[in-house]
């Protein structure tokens, strides 16, 4: 698949599509768009870029205050997400919201640990402490936080059944040789020199659901929150367990299994809150290859799906997508995993990419309707690089690191163009942050 050089008219048909955002209501027309429907997935085309996180959280305000969506997920790891829901809910005491997103210690804690992220949940909070009868949860879909899952597994029980929890501890020992390292674990069970768990964590899924009815009380109905709360744990111990252990056969499918989890997730929260006859209404925040159309993409050519496809082929026209890009600017990453964060210089998009052609327009802020039949979604709907930059930042091998082939218009269903942005700021500014790369010719040589 090679990439689509712009010509004059594919810039002009884009031109003419384009939404210019201006002033405090430059969303207000794509937020009556995507709140027709169910579930609103809303991407990011990098995770530290300040206006990716400022845009969707001011159309998500939009979306709650509005039109009554009440889930909000998150790509971050369910346990680490509960203990701020809980606060932007009015459930605990923390003292500030800083101190509510405590438990995002794993790397990358920018990605979370953010000003932008604070704003939004003290919004959230002051939100939810005016409408106790409407609020709106915050929650995690990620699976990478197996031992902090077990430990809450354990805890609920204890509260509730010690005797089942003295079950599940006897389960969960079967990690006890392999500290709190689940890549040490998989690499053990996959060479063969250490037993796999796998039983183990679906015998205690399996428990947990079968125990419902003695664990949920009809009249405390906290209870039942809370039993959802540690099976939604106990599912990440099942499906982390296994997506560490295909990491380490080198099958292909880790991808898969992980946003697999994700849209789980996903249908579960819509389960739960939509009992007795309610409809639930999610907004989905993720990386754009996540909630992009992966079928449009090159993941569909390796065989992997992601959860843009799974949730439109589970519900249809009931799904929204609005991805996001970017030309230039700066953005928030380390040079590679477990590194500290950095104020990195985003290269100008190559030429011929999506972003390059967003550019051309010389428009330095809007949006695209791509359900809309027009000569720009004919334009976009063949396939052109388009960039994806994570929480690792490589511009020594940009081409290689970073860009992809998709189909924008079979991709998703709105595009954000921001021209120029930059770097997210987390809470917790380094040296290697505040001492950022020099400007060099930028941007006076773009």
Not at 235 to 248: D, G
Not at 352 to 363: A, F, N, P
């Amino acid at each position: 698949m090679s990439a689509t050089e712009p010509t004059a008219s594919d810039v002009a048909a884009i031109a003419a599509a384009a939404r210019p955002v201006e002033g405090a209501h430059g969303y207000d027309a794509l937020v009556e768009r995507a709140a027709n429907a169910q579930i609103v997935l809303v991407g990011e085309a990098s995770h530290g870029t300040e206006e990716f996180y400022a845009v969707r959280a001011e159309i998500t305000r939009q979306l709650v205050e509005d039109k009554g969506f009440r889930l909000v997920l998150l790509e971050a790891d369910w346990p680490d997400v509960l203990r701020a829901h809980r606060w932007a809910r009015g459930e605990t005491t923390e003292r500030d919201v800083g101190t509510a997103l405590g438990d995002f210690k794993r790397f990358p804690p920018w990605m979370w640990r953010n000003t932008a992220m604070t704003s939004f949940i003290t919004w959230l909070r002051d939100w939810n402490l005016a409408h106790p009868q409407e609020k709106c949860g915050l929650f995690g879909m990620d699976l990478y936080s197996m031992h902090a899952s077990m430990a809450l597994v354990l805890d609920y029980l204890e509260t509730v059944d010690p005797y089942a929890a003295k079950r599940a501890r006897q389960r969960y020992a079967c990690f006890d040789d392999y500290g709190e390292s689940p890549q040490r674990y998989a690499m053990a069970a996959t060479i063969g020199r250490g037993e796999s768990c796998e039983a183990e964590v679906v015998a205690q899924m399996a428990e947990l659901r079968r125990r419902y009815g003695s664990l949920v009380t009809a009249h405390d109905p906290r209870s039942e929150e809370e039993y959802f709360y540690a099976e939604q744990n106990a599912r990440l111990v099942k499906n982390a367990e296994a997506y560490y252990r295909s990491m380490f056969r080198g099958r292909d499918n880790s991808w898969n299994l992980r946003d697999a989890h994700m849209t789980e997730t996903l249908v579960a929260l819509l389960g739960h809150y939509g009992k007795n006859g309610a409809t639930p209404k999610a907004v989905v925040w993720a990386h754009n290859s996540h909630l992009g159309d992966a079928r449009a993409t090159d993941m569909a050519r390796r065989g992997e799906w992601n959860v843009g496809q799974l949730a439109r082929e589970l519900f249809g026209d009931r799904v929204y997508s609005i991805g996001f890009s970017t030309f230039a600017g700066h953005v928030t990453a380390a040079r590679d995993w477990g590194d500290p964060a950095e104020r990195r210089r985003v290269r100008p998009a190559l030429h011929g990419s999506c972003e390059d052609l967003m550019h051309s327009t010389g428009i330095p802020a809007f949006w695209l309707d791509l359900r809309e039949a027009s000569e720009a979604t004919k334009v976009l709907d063949s396939p052109r690089l388009q960039r994806a930059i994570g929480v690792i930042y490589r511009p020594e091998t940009e081409r290689q690191s970073h860009y992809f082939h998709a189909s924008v218009s079979a991709q998703f269903d709105a595009m954000v163009h921001l021209d120029i942005t930059h770097a997210l700021e987390p809470l917790e500014r380094t040296s290697d942050w505040d001492e950022a790369e020099l400007p060099e010719t930028f941007p006076e040589g773009l």
